[in-house]
C-alpha cells in the first residue's frame, strides 16, 4: 500500500474504533484508543520530540508568559478518540503533557443549543504550533456515551501545527491550565469533571498501549476512575509525583537509568511521562553514554541511533528504576518497528533505536521523557487523587513484536 493511502486508512480506523461503546465496571469507565499517524509522516519524529521537551522545559522559567504556556504538539504519531459535542464529533489527541481540551483545528466547531461561550479567550502555546479562540462551556460526550456536564472547552479561531486531527483532550494535572483562559485562574480538567460530577470513583486515568507494526492500528484503552486488571500482569507499582521543577508540573517522576547489569546511563534525577511524546529521550550526558554502551551510530537520515542487525545481537536490556522497582525494557523494546523503517526514511539494513538526546545536561529539571514507545511496555496510572504514577508489566512488556 502506498504511504498516502496507509496514513488516510490510518485516520479513517482512528475515527471509526475510536467511536465504539465504552465499557462501565465498578465505577470506572474503559474506551479505546486508536493510533492516528500525521498526515506529514513520521520522518521528523526526533525533530518534533525533541522540540516538545525543550517547550515543555521552558515552563519552568521565571517569566511569566512561560509560565502561561501549556504544551500540547501535534506528533508524528499519536493516539486519538472521538469527542462528540452536539451533533458533530471531533477526533482529539490525548495527552498527558497538557490539561485544556480544545477543538476546532481540522474541522470547524459547529455551535449546538447546548453549547455557551463565556466571551472569554484562550490562547495556549506549543512545541510547534498554538491555537488560540473562545471559551465555551456545554456537555461534551467521550468515545460515545462517556458524558461530562458543563465542561469548559476552548474553540480555535486560529490554530497551527495540527494536521488532520481536530483538537486535544489534556488530561494532565490542572495546573497547566492556569492563566490559559482570560479572567480564570485555573480550568477544571475532564478527570476532574467526571470525578467532582460522581462518573467515575476515582480521580485517575490508565492508559494501555500494545507495540504495533502497522501504521493503522486500534491498539490502545484509556480508562477513566480506575484500572483494567485484563491489561496488566502482576502488582501495579506506584511512585510519588517529583517536586522537582519544571517536571513537577506534569506528570513528573524520579527515576535511574542503567545499561545491562552494572552500567549507569543517567543517575537519579526528575523527569516526565508523556504520551505526547514518541521517543524515550534522556539527558544529553546520558544519551552519550548510552551511545558508546550500545555501540550505535548516529543515522544522518533519520537523527536516530541505529545499529546493524549483528550489533543489535549484542544489545542489553535498560533499567528503568523507579520507586524502589526495576523496570526492564528489553532489546526489542528499545528499537522502531523494523517493517516500518521506511516511514521514518531509514533503511531496512539497519536497526533504529527510540532512545535520543533530549538536548541538554542533567540537572536541569527535566531529565528524561518516558514517551509512549516506553507507554507500549507498561501500563500506566495516572492518579491525581494519590499525587503518584503507577506502572505494570503487560503481556508486551518482553515481547519481540519490533
Same mark, same amino acid.
Given at each position: 500500500m502506498?504511504?498516502g493511502s496507509?496514513?488516510?486508512?490510518?485516520l479513517?480506523?482512528?475515527?471509526?474504533?475510536?467511536? !465504539?461503546?465504552?465499557?462501565?465496571?465498578?465505577?470506572?469507565?474503559?474506551?479505546p484508543?486508536?493510533?492516528?499517524?500525521?498526515?506529514?509522516?513520521?520522518?521528523?519524529?526526533?525533530?518534533?520530540?525533541?522540540?516538545?521537551?525543550?517547550?515543555?522545559?521552558?515552563?519552568?522559567?521565571?517569566?511569566?508568559?512561560?509560565?502561561?504556556?501549556?504544551?500540547?504538539t501535534?506528533?508524528?504519531?499519536?493516539?486519538?478518540?472521538?469527542?462528540?459535542?452536539?451533533?458533530?464529533?471531533?477526533?482529539?489527541?490525548?495527552?498527558?503533557?497538557?490539561?485544556?481540551?480544545?477543538?476546532?483545528?481540522?474541522?470547524?466547531?459547529?455551535?449546538? *443549543?447546548?453549547t455557551?461561550?463565556?466571551g472569554? *479567550?484562550?490562547?495556549? *502555546?506549543?512545541?510547534?504550533?498554538?491555537?488560540?479562540?473562545?471559551?465555551?462551556?456545554g456537555?461534551?460526550?467521550?468515545?460515545?456515551?462517556?458524558?461530562?456536564?458543563? @465542561?469548559?472547552?476552548?474553540?480555535?479561531?486560529?490554530?497551527?501545527g495540527?494536521?488532520?486531527?481536530d483538537g486535544i !483532550?489534556?488530561?494532565? $494535572?490542572?495546573?497547566?491550565?492556569?492563566?490559559t483562559?482570560?479572567?480564570?485562574?485555573?480550568?477544571?480538567?475532564?478527570?476532574?469533571?467526571?470525578?467532582? @460530577?460522581?462518573?467515575?470513583?476515582?480521580?485517575?486515568?490508565?492508559?494501555?498501549?500494545?507495540?504495533?507494526?502497522?501504521?493503522?492500528?486500534?491498539?490502545?484503552?484509556?480508562?477513566?476512575?480506575?484500572?483494567?486488571?485484563?491489561? +496488566?500482569?502482576?502488582?501495579?507499582?506506584?511512585?510519588?509525583?517529583?517536586?522537582?521543577s519544571?517536571?513537577? +508540573? =506534569?506528570?513528573?517522576?524520579?527515576?535511574?537509568?542503567?545499561?545491562?547489569?552494572?552500567?549507569?546511563?543517567?543517575?537519579?534525577?526528575?523527569?516526565i511521562v508523556d504520551?505526547?511524546?514518541?521517543?524515550?529521550?534522556?539527558?544529553?550526558?546520558?544519551?552519550s553514554k548510552?551511545?558508546?554502551?550500545?555501540g550505535?551510530?548516529?543515522?544522518?537520515?533519520?537523527?536516530?541511533?541505529?545499529?546493524?542487525?549483528?550489533?543489535?545481537?549484542?544489545?542489553?536490556?535498560?533499567?528503568?528504576? !523507579?520507586?524502589?522497582?526495576?523496570?526492564?525494557?528489553?532489546?526489542?523494546?528499545?528499537i522502531? $518497528?523494523?517493517?516500518?523503517?521506511?516511514?521514518?526514511?531509514?533503511s531496512?539494513?539497519?536497526? =533504529?533505536?527510540?532512545?535520543?538526546?533530549?538536548?541538554? $545536561?542533567?540537572?536541569e529539571?527535566?531529565?528524561? !521523557?518516558?514517551?509512549?514507545?516506553?507507554?507500549?511496555?507498561?501500563?500506566?496510572?495516572?492518579?491525581?487523587?494519590n499525587? @503518584?504514577?503507577?506502572?505494570?508489566?503487560t503481556?508486551?512488556?518482553?515481547?519481540?513484536?519490533?
Open positions: 502506498a504511504l496507509s496514513l488516510l486508512a490510518t479513517v480506523l482512528a475515527l471509526t474504533v475510536a467511536a !465504539i461503546p465504552l465499557e462501565a465496571r465498578n465505577g470506572r469507565v474503559t474506551l484508543l486508536a493510533k492516528r499517524t500525521s498526515s506529514t509522516g513520521v520522518a521528523n519524529v526526533l525533530a518534533r520530540d525533541q522540540a516538545r521537551a525543550q517547550f515543555l522545559k521552558s515552563r519552568g522559567s521565571s517569566d511569566l508568559k512561560s509560565r502561561q504556556d501549556v504544551t500540547a501535534n506528533q508524528a504519531e499519536d493516539y486519538v478518540v472521538t469527542v462528540t459535542i452536539g451533533s458533530t464529533d471531533y477526533t482529539l489527541i490525548v495527552d498527558t503533557g497538557s490539561s485544556n481540551t480544545w477543538v476546532g483545528a481540522d474541522k470547524k466547531f459547529v455551535k449546538s *443549543s447546548g455557551t461561550s463565556t472569554n *479567550s484562550v490562547e495556549v *502555546s506549543y512545541g510547534s504550533g498554538e491555537f488560540e479562540g473562545t471559551e465555551y462551556t456537555d461534551i460526550t467521550i468515545g460515545g456515551s462517556l458524558t461530562v456536564t458543563d @465542561q469548559s472547552f476552548g474553540v480555535a479561531s486560529s490554530s497551527e495540527f494536521d488532520g486531527v !483532550i489534556g488530561i494532565g $494535572p490542572e495546573d497547566l491550565t492556569e492563566d483562559v482570560s479572567n480564570t485562574n485555573e480550568v477544571p480538567t475532564v478527570t476532574q469533571n467526571l470525578y467532582t @460530577q460522581g462518573t467515575i470513583a476515582e480521580e485517575l486515568v490508565s492508559v494501555f498501549f500494545a507495540p504495533t507494526t502497522s501504521e493503522s492500528d486500534a491498539n490502545g484503552e484509556l480508562t477513566f476512575g480506575g484500572t483494567d486488571a485484563s491489561k +496488566y500482569t502482576g502488582a501495579i507499582t506506584y511512585t510519588p509525583l517529583t517536586t522537582t519544571p517536571a513537577s +508540573y =506534569y506528570w513528573g517522576i524520579n527515576e535511574e537509568i542503567t545499561y545491562g547489569s552494572d552500567t549507569t546511563i543517567l543517575s537519579e534525577t526528575a523527569g504520551t505526547g511524546t514518541t521517543l524515550v529521550l534522556i539527558a544529553s550526558n546520558a544519551y548510552y551511545q558508546s554502551a550500545t550505535a551510530t548516529e543515522d544522518e537520515d533519520t537523527g536516530l541511533l541505529r545499529l546493524s542487525t549483528s550489533e543489535y545481537d549484542n544489545l542489553e536490556s535498560l533499567y528503568f528504576n !523507579i520507586g524502589g522497582s526495576s523496570l526492564e525494557f528489553t532489546a526489542n523494546a528499545q522502531w $518497528p523494523r517493517s516500518l523503517n521506511s516511514a521514518i526514511g531509514g531496512s539494513d539497519y536497526v =533504529y533505536l527510540i532512545v535520543n538526546n533530549i538536548g541538554t $545536561p542533567s540537572g529539571g527535566l531529565d528524561f !521523557i518516558n514517551g509512549y514507545t516506553f507507554l507500549e511496555r507498561y501500563y500506566s496510572v495516572f492518579d491525581t487523587g499525587s @503518584q504514577v503507577g506502572f505494570a508489566e503481556a508486551y512488556t518482553y515481547a519481540t513484536t519490533n
